[in-house]
């Protein structure tokens, strides 16, 4: 019996797809498929076709597919839901630094990446807003070739204002700044205005240089997109952290004159703060990490308190902001955890990695009021709990309480 349960645990081994043993793209994940099955076969550049592949996204989980580039390529990337559901996509150098993302762009809650990547190894990353498992179909190729549908529009594909009234470097545009001088820059440019006074900003690099805009607001619903002198978009955003925009160019902007549009999906009177900056990956990073996107890892700048082993339950006073306070418990056998935060007023989040940094587990709004809820079937082993209040700006103390149940015997 037990050379049969070999052999199928061999067979088994053999036929299945080819996933990563280690951690892959800057840690974001163990586990990852390669596009065609393996390293060899999975080069978008030199690829005949797409590769159209169907998986699962899990429950506050990602689905990650591996793919490389022999040359610097333009990719196109789809993925959607199966039937129905809305995924959202990362796409990761082999560092870790994202360097595309998108919700919604394709239509039908459908996501959608075009742009242009240098020679490397990347990891595609899926996830979805929905409370169970979602299929998702996923496309990679590039950007030449059939994927069924036709692609949104992007810097090949020059567009109108958009609907705002005013285009891009009209008399009327405003000067968000003359000139980007890199790295002079320390604090970057803003400037705060409605959409209705002031729907464009144009600005100036004097040098080939990675930046971010950032479109935030109280009251407003703000969406961005950021157009060359020939009125490419080169990248749009809506809804990046809540209802601000974010877009992150990683790969260098070439010097020239640029614009970025605002509109206000809220109205056209309400304050947006537009801000533009050098792309800074390791503040990139630092920001996921307050957001609790992933785990830190001993490299990172952040601080982790050690809780030590949780027998029956543990009781934490936390002093905590919008950026995520880190703690670290052993669960010295297997049971079931139960994570509660406590608000007392505020709104916690809390989100609970395993050993290797795979997130399985996190709750906003529990099943009482705003505090944070959790249940969680776990092995034996290490964990690590992020903790944070959603919105920007607050900030307050919560009670972190953490118990464990065994099965009775």
């Given at each position: 019996?037990?050379?049969?349960?070999?052999?199928?645990?061999?067979?088994?081994?053999?036929?299945?797809?080819?996933?990563?043993?280690?951690?892959?793209?800057?840690?974001?994940?163990?586990?990852?498929?390669?596009?065609?099955?393996?390293?060899?076969?999975?080069?978008?550049?030199?690829?005949?076709?797409?590769?159209?592949?169907?998986?699962?996204?899990?429950?506050?989980?990602?689905?990650?597919?591996?793919?490389?580039?022999?040359?610097?390529?333009?990719?196109?990337?789809?993925?959607?839901?199966?039937?129905?559901?809305?995924?959202?996509?990362?796409?990761?150098?082999?560092?870790?630094?994202?360097?595309?993302?998108?919700?919604?762009?394709?239509?039908?809650?459908?996501?959608?990446?075009?742009?242009?990547?240098?020679?490397?190894?990347?990891?595609?990353?899926?996830?979805?807003?929905?409370?169970?498992?979602?299929?998702?179909?996923?496309?990679?190729?590039?950007?030449?070739?059939?994927?069924?549908?036709?692609?949104?529009?992007?810097?090949?594909?020059?567009?109108?204002?958009?609907?705002?009234?005013?285009?891009?470097?009209?008399?009327?545009?405003?000067?968000?700044?003359?000139?980007?001088d890199i790295p002079g820059l320390t604090e970057g440019l803003s400037a705060s205005n409605t959409a209705g006074s002031t729907p464009a900003y144009g600005f100036t690099l004097s040098e080939a240089t990675p930046?971010?805009?950032?479109?935030?607001?109280?009251?407003?619903?703000?969406?961005?997109?950021?157009?060359?002198?020939?009125?490419?978009?080169?990248?749009?955003?809506?809804?990046?952290?809540?209802?601000?925009?974010?877009?992150?160019?990683?790969?260098?902007?070439?010097?020239?004159?640029?614009?970025?549009?605002?509109?206000?999906?809220?109205?056209?009177?309400?304050?947006?703060?537009?801000?533009?900056?050098?792309?800074?990956?390791?503040?990139?990073?630092?920001?996921?990490?307050?957001?609790?996107?992933?785990?830190?890892?001993?490299?990172?700048?952040?601080?982790?308190?050690?809780?030590?082993?949780?027998?029956?339950?543990?009781?934490?006073?936390?002093?905590?902001?919008?950026?995520?306070?880190?703690?670290?418990?052993?669960?010295?056998?297997?049971?079931?955890?139960?994570?509660?935060?406590?608000?007392?007023?505020?709104?916690?989040?809390?989100?609970?990695?395993?050993?290797?940094?795979?997130?399985?587990?996190?709750?906003?709004?529990?099943?009482?009021?705003?505090?944070?809820?959790?249940?969680?079937?776990?092995?034996?082993?290490?964990?690590?709990?992020?903790?944070?209040?959603?919105?920007?700006?607050?900030?307050?103390?919560?009670?972190?309480?953490?118990?464990?149940?065994?099965?009775?015997?």
């Amino acid at each position: 019996m037990k050379r049969i349960l070999a052999g199928i645990t061999l067979l088994i081994a053999l036929s299945g797809p080819a996933l990563a043993q280690s951690p892959i793209c800057g840690g974001i994940s163990l586990v990852g498929e390669w596009v065609g099955g393996e390293e060899a076969a999975s080069d978008l550049a030199t690829a005949d076709d797409i590769f159209d592949t169907e998986g699962q996204v899990p429950i506050a989980g990602h689905l990650v597919r591996m793919f490389t580039l022999s040359q610097d390529t333009d990719v196109r990337i789809d993925v959607s839901a199966i039937p129905a559901g809305d995924p959202y996509i990362s796409v990761y150098d082999a560092a870790g630094v994202e360097v595309a993302a998108d919700d919604d762009s394709a239509g039908d809650f459908g996501a959608s990446v075009q742009t242009t990547l240098a020679a490397g190894t990347y990891c595609l990353a899926a996830r979805s807003y929905e409370s169970g498992v979602t299929d998702v179909s996923v496309k990679l190729g590039r950007g030449d070739q059939d994927f069924g549908t036709p692609a949104i529009p992007s810097a090949a594909a020059p567009i109108d204002s958009g609907g705002t009234g005013a285009g891009c470097f009209e008399p009327d545009t405003a000067s968000l700044g003359t000139d980007l001088d890199i790295p002079g820059l320390t604090e970057g440019l803003s400037a705060s205005n409605t959409a209705g006074s002031t729907p464009a900003y144009g600005f100036t690099l004097s040098e080939a240089t990675p930046i971010s805009v950032t479109a935030s607001s109280e009251y407003g619903d703000p969406l961005i997109r950021l157009l060359d002198a020939r009125h490419n978009v080169l990248a749009e955003n809506d809804d990046f952290d809540g209802l601000n925009s974010r877009i992150d160019l990683t790969q260098r902007l070439e010097p020239g004159d640029y614009c970025i549009e605002i509109e206000d999906l809220n109205g056209t009177e309400n304050p947006i703060t537009v801000g533009l900056e050098t792309f800074d990956p390791a503040a990139d990073r630092l920001r996921r990490l307050n957001a609790a996107e992933f785990a830190p890892t001993a490299g990172d700048s952040v601080t982790i308190t050690d809780l030590g082993t949780l027998d029956t339950a543990i009781l934490q006073e936390v002093q905590t902001s919008s950026d995520a306070t880190w703690y670290r418990l052993e669960l010295p056998a297997g049971g079931l955890l139960l994570t509660e935060v406590i608000g007392n007023g505020l709104d916690p989040e809390v989100v609970l990695f395993d050993r290797v940094g795979r997130r399985i587990g996190e709750n906003d709004d529990g099943p009482d009021g705003l505090d944070s809820f959790l249940v969680s079937r776990l092995l034996p082993g290490s964990y690590t709990v992020a903790i944070r209040l959603v919105g920007d700006g607050e900030t307050g103390p919560v009670r972190l309480l953490m118990e464990r149940y065994v099965l009775a015997q």
